[in-house]
Each structure stands twice: as structure tokens, then as C-alpha cells.
């Protein structure tokens, strides 16, 4: 695993061992920076000094990718102990620190925001329905600013009832991940 794109391409990220975390594939994450960059609803410069929330975070690799791109910062959200020690690793291969706060602790019941984020990253464990419910409460604590855009991986035949407040703008497959778009 490695950060695809901007002034940290290349730069490899460590995995915690065994299967309790499930980093997001180069493939799949090249497949939605790639969305980022071109769709409509997204937009050229929305990565450039954006506020990046990666949320269920493991490795930290989307939010490292966002940072490498243009983010100007990224929180991290993670309880998971080796994940937790991965995701400092790679903060400090980066030297990112200073761009990054990282939180551990239940992305469902997370503190009250230290910024509104304009990109959030969703990858929580599949199957456990847990994107309505992290929604629903990063929304109430102040985490997505209005109109922020939202990527969440799920499992391809998970159903997500997402609740009000948020529009789903695009959907896509990858292998056994569902990768959707929502707007705030």
C-alpha cells in the first residue's frame, strides 16, 4: 500500500497485522481520488485546502492521500489499537504531523468537532451497518460542514439507509466494495 498521487507518491504506508483492519485497495482509492479530480459533483480545486475527515481511518490512507493532494488538513478517527499505531506510523513517514490530529475512540460516538470537515471519508467494517448511524452522529457533534461531500465504502450488497440531511449523488462498485458519493 502506498500514496498514489502528490507530494507523497510512492510513499509506502504500513498495514497492522491480521484482519481486523481493511485498508482501502491502491485500485479503489485511485478510483475515487480519480471522482474527485473529474465528476461534476466534485470538482477540480475541492481537495485544495480542504478540511478531511477520515473517519473509521485504519492506515490513515485516504486522509494521507487527501493531504498529499492539496488537503490543507486531516482528522483522523480510529479505535482499533493497531490500527491506531499504523495510522501514527505513517502520519510520522509522511512527516504530516503537523497537518493532523488523530482521535481514538467509536466514530458513532464521536466528540464534539474540532473543525466542520468539507471532505469525509467513511470505511467502516462491512456488514455492521454502520454509515447511518456515523452519520447521524458526526452530523450532530459538528463534523460535516453544510454541503460537504461524503465517500462511503461499504460492502456491495450492504443496504445503508442513509439518514435525512444527506443526498446520495453517485454510486459505484469495485470487486466487493460499494463506493457512494453524498452530499451534506
Not at 8 to 18: E, M, Q, T
Not at 136 to 146: M, R, S, V
Request: aromatic share 6%.
Amino acid at each position: 500500500m502506498r500514496i498514489i498521487a502528490g507530494r507523497w507518491r510512492g510513499r509506502a504506508l504500513v498495514s497492522p497485522p491480521g484482519l481486523a483492519t481493511r485498508p482501502t485497495s491502491d485500485r479503489a482509492r485511485q478510483a475515487i481520488f480519480d471522482q474527485l479530480w473529474h465528476a461534476p459533483w466534485a470538482g477540480r480545486d475541492m481537495l485544495e485546502g480542504a478540511t478531511v475527515l477520515d473517519a473509521f481511518a485504519g492506515t490513515g490512507a485516504m486522509g494521507l492521500e487527501a493531504l498529499s493532494r492539496g488537503a490543507a488538513r486531516s482528522f483522523f478517527m480510529e479505535q482499533d489499537r493497531a490500527a491506531l499505531a499504523a495510522l501514527r506510523a505513517n502520519i510520522a513517514a509522511c512527516k504530516a504531523g503537523d497537518a493532523c490530529r488523530v482521535m481514538a475512540g467509536d466514530v458513532t460516538a464521536p466528540p464534539i468537532a474540532a473543525a466542520a470537515c468539507t471532505l469525509v471519508f467513511l470505511d467502516p467494517p462491512y456488514g455492521k451497518g454502520l454509515v447511518p448511524r456515523a452519520l447521524a452522529a458526526l452530523q450532530a457533534k459538528g463534523w460535516i460542514a453544510p454541503g460537504a461531500l461524503i465517500i462511503a465504502e461499504t460492502g456491495r450488497d450492504e443496504e445503508n439507509a442513509i439518514p435525512p440531511g444527506f443526498e446520495v449523488i453517485s454510486t459505484r462498485d469495485h470487486g466487493a466494495a460499494r463506493l457512494s458519493a453524498l452530499r451534506a
